[in-house]
């Protein structure tokens, strides 16, 4: 283990260390125990200037239940939901059959079309903006929850299959070959024997997919103009407007925006970080 | 028609798997790759039914457009200060990397702000940066390092470093967790063997571990610089280009031009530059990708 554990150092050093590296975690995360602290203010502190000092009331339940009842923000929360649920599934749906078929059969176009999809994951969005703006009002979808989730299915459909195809590749190919003795068809292997063996990537690739799609604001901001479609990110932009001076809401309505992800995260940590740390070990 | 399926299974059948990926990413990816490059020579404010071809013209108005220069100036400040993030992210790693409860809870807390959206993340900094009551300037005057509070997002000189600074705060924790598991993958055996030739501390790192976390830092660069040249929420939420188009990227600019003032070819052009300085990389990513595909 590189530096050396900090077990093997003198209980003086164990002491300092670990009071640096909570100190450390407090200077980080001021930004954001900033804004949890102005959610529970009331707006005299604000007026008052009263920015960073103890709050003078709390008024947790009262913020946080106004942003409710004085904005969309439920609405825009479901949403979101409802966004982003559909395009997990059908982004790991896609990508899972072509990585399949990019990771254990041979033909001709294989390494061009496993190329086509990495470089899509680096393109700009600004370069797709204007022909899927134009398309999404052909297709009726402009400003539907349908048409973002198509867009994002897509999109994201790239990434995925890279990431399925690197990890079907590392299955045995003997496993195929014997099912395929036994006279099993190809549909078969995939639906038996290959799902069943990539659910660790899959789980992995649905956290991460979910957290990219509840937090784009771009495609939100290009693709839907009403309040009753918008998701939590451009909801939160546009109440930025409407709220003004009134920071306690703003703080508030920011942290139930991040509530999701954030518990997202917590409660699959290591699918998320092996997703998102794929090649740094090997490659 | 059976037997036919029974010889020719193996051509036909990942063709049928790649159908519906390929069909979605045809029509929302490379379809609308191919229309930017093609619209970039056209005059079209996105409604009249007629394009009006116009050649090279949106592209030598593009080279007269100051707020083209400025924007492409900041994409380059984006993407200088953004690869701070490598090595911060690896200092920080190297500093949490240690084992216990507490650490494992203290590494996740690091890396909240990569997971909160970019959105949250403006919204935070833009209240740090307030001039009235930020903390920046309630810190500062306090310790009496300045007399009047400072508008940095409000400053045509110091708004765009002011917004990579909030940027970097997401992407040093994103390069922070790429190293802590490239830490975790090292062999024992080479450290242990360094050791025993009396290697040690920073010329540890350097001759023993950086070498060993190479995939790791290929993967910090290529995400640090996608990302810095993708910038586009924090702007928006930030400043929305201003003041006076000071702070504007590539891809906010061109937001601008196509989506407030109804120019179509106009953006796409700016799109297409965009999109030419990221194809340079991404040329370079795929190379060295399907190198390493060969050599397995």
Same mark, same amino acid.
């Given at each position: 283990m590189f530096?050396?554990?900090?077990?093997?150092?003198?209980?003086?050093?164990?002491?300092?260390?670990?009071a640096?590296?909570w100190?450390a975690l407090?200077?980080?995360?001021?930004p &954001?125990g *900033?804004m949890?602290?102005? /959610?529970?203010?009331?707006?005299?502190?604000i007026?008052?200037g009263n920015?960073?000092?103890?709050p003078?009331?709390w008024?947790i339940?009262?913020?946080y239940? @106004?942003v409710f009842t004085?904005?969309p923000? @439920?609405?825009f &929360?479901?949403?979101?939901?409802m966004?982003?649920?559909p395009?997990v599934? =059908?982004?790991l749906?896609?990508s899972?059959?072509?990585?399949?078929?990019?990771a254990?059969?041979n033909?001709k176009?294989?390494?061009?079309?496993?190329a086509l999809?990495i470089?899509g994951?680096?393109i700009?969005f600004?370069?797709?903006m204007?022909?899927v703006?134009? &398309?999404?009002?052909?297709? @009726?979808l402009?400003?539907t929850?349908i =048409?973002l989730?198509?867009?994002?299915v897509?999109?994201?459909?790239g990434?995925?299959t890279?990431?399925?195809?690197?990890?079907i590749?590392?299955?045995p190919n003997?496993?195929?070959?014997?099912a395929?003795?036994d006279?099993? @068809?190809?549909?078969?292997?995939f639906?038996v024997l290959?799902l069943?063996?990539i659910?660790p990537?899959?789980a992995a690739l649905?956290?991460?997919i979910f957290t990219?799609?509840?937090n784009d604001y771009f495609?939100?901001?290009v693709?839907v103009? /009403?309040?009753?479609?918008?998701p939590v990110?451009a909801g939160?932009?546009?109440l930025k =407007?409407?709220?003004l001076?009134?920071w306690?809401?703003? *703080?508030?309505?920011?942290?139930?925006?991040a509530?999701?992800p954030v518990?997202?995260?917590?409660?699959m940590?290591k699918h998320?970080?092996?997703g998102?740390?794929?090649?740094?070990t090997k490659g | 028609m059976?037997?036919?399926?029974?010889?020719?299974?193996i051509k036909?059948v990942?063709?049928?798997l790649?159908?519906?990926a390929?069909?979605?990413f045809?029509?929302y990816? +490379?379809?609308?790759?191919?229309?930017?490059?093609?619209l970039?020579f056209f005059?079209?404010?996105g409604l009249?039914?007629?394009k009006l071809?116009v050649g090279?013209g949106?592209?030598r108005?593009?080279f007269?457009d100051?707020?083209?220069?400025t924007s492409?100036?900041?994409?380059?400040?984006?993407?200088?200060f953004y690869?701070?993030?490598?090595p911060i992210?690896l200092a920080i %790693?190297?500093?949490?990397?240690?084992?216990?409860l507490a650490?494992?809870?203290?590494?996740?807390l690091?890396f909240?702000?990569f +997971?909160?959206?970019q959105i949250?993340?403006?919204l935070?900094?833009?209240?740090?940066y307030d001039?009235?009551?930020?903390l920046?300037n309630?810190v500062?005057s306090?310790?009496g390092a300045?007399? !009047?509070p400072?508008?940095l997002?409000?400053?045509?000189?110091?708004?765009?470093?002011?917004?990579v600074?909030?940027?970097?705060?997401?992407?040093?924790?994103?390069?922070?967790?790429?190293?802590?598991?490239?830490?975790?993958g090292?062999s024992?055996?080479q #450290?242990?063997? %360094?050791?025993?030739d009396?290697?040690?501390?920073?010329?540890?790192?350097?001759h023993?571990?950086?070498?060993q976390l190479r995939?790791a830092t290929?993967i910090?660069?290529?995400?640090?610089v996608?990302?810095s040249?993708?910038?586009?929420?924090l702007?928006?939420i930030?400043?929305a280009?201003?003041?006076?188009?000071s702070?504007?990227v590539?891809?906010f600019?061109m937001?601008e031009q196509s989506?407030t003032?109804?120019?179509?070819g106009?953006? %796409? %052009?700016i799109?297409?530059i965009l999109?030419? #300085?990221m194809?340079?990389y991404?040329?370079?990513?795929?190379t060295r990708?399907?190198q390493? !595909?060969r050599?397995?």
């Open positions: 530096p050396t554990p900090i077990d093997k150092a003198s209980p003086a050093a164990r002491t300092a260390y670990h640096g590296v100190v407090l200077i980080w995360l001021l &954001l *900033a949890l602290l102005t /959610s529970f203010r009331s707006l005299s502190d007026s008052m920015f960073w000092g103890i003078s009331e008024m339940i009262e913020n239940q @106004g004085t904005t923000m @439920g609405r &929360l479901l949403n979101s939901l966004i982003t649920v395009t599934a =059908g982004a749906a896609i899972a059959l072509a990585a399949y078929a990019l254990k059969y033909f176009l294989n390494i061009v079309l496993f999809f470089a994951n680096f700009p600004q370069i797709l204007i022909p703006r134009n &398309l999404t009002i052909q297709f @009726g402009y400003d929850i =048409g989730v198509l867009f994002h897509a999109f994201q459909a990434f995925c890279l990431f399925l195809r690197n990890f590749k590392a299955l003997s496993l195929i070959e014997a395929r003795c006279g099993a @068809g190809e549909f078969r292997i639906f290959i069943p063996l659910r990537a899959l649905a956290v991460l990219f799609v509840w495609w939100a901001l693709l103009q /009403s309040d009753s479609v918008r990110t939160l932009e546009a =407007g409407q709220w001076a009134s306690q809401m703003i *703080a508030a309505g920011a942290i139930i925006a509530i999701p518990s997202m995260f917590f409660l940590q998320f970080i092996a998102l740390t794929m090649g740094a | 059976r037997e036919f399926w029974e010889n020719n299974q036909i990942p063709w049928l790649l159908t519906p390929l069909i979605m045809s029509v990816v +490379v379809y609308p790759i191919i229309q930017s490059l093609s970039s005059e079209w404010d009249a039914d007629e071809f090279f949106n592209y108005e593009l007269d100051d707020v083209f220069w492409l100036k900041n994409n380059l400040i984006w993407v200088i690869l701070l993030s490598p992210g %790693a190297l500093f949490l990397n240690q084992k216990g650490m494992r809870l203290i590494k996740s690091f909240f702000p +997971v909160i959206s949250v993340v403006g935070m900094f833009t209240w740090f001039p009235s009551f930020g920046l309630v500062l306090k310790l300045i007399s !009047e400072l508008a997002l409000s400053s045509e000189r110091a708004v765009t470093y002011a917004i600074f909030a940027g970097l705060w997401p992407q040093i924790a994103y390069c922070m967790i790429l190293y802590l598991t490239g830490l975790n090292i024992r055996g #450290i242990e063997a %360094a050791s025993l009396g290697c040690s501390g920073l010329r540890m790192l350097w023993v571990i950086l070498p995939p290929f910090a660069i290529v995400v640090t996608i990302g040249l993708r910038s586009f929420d702007i928006a930030m400043t280009g201003g003041p006076y188009n702070s504007s590539l891809a600019f937001y989506i003032n109804y120019r179509m106009y953006g %796409a %052009a799109a297409t999109f030419l #300085i194809a340079i991404i040329a370079y990513f795929l990708m399907l390493q !595909e050599i397995r």
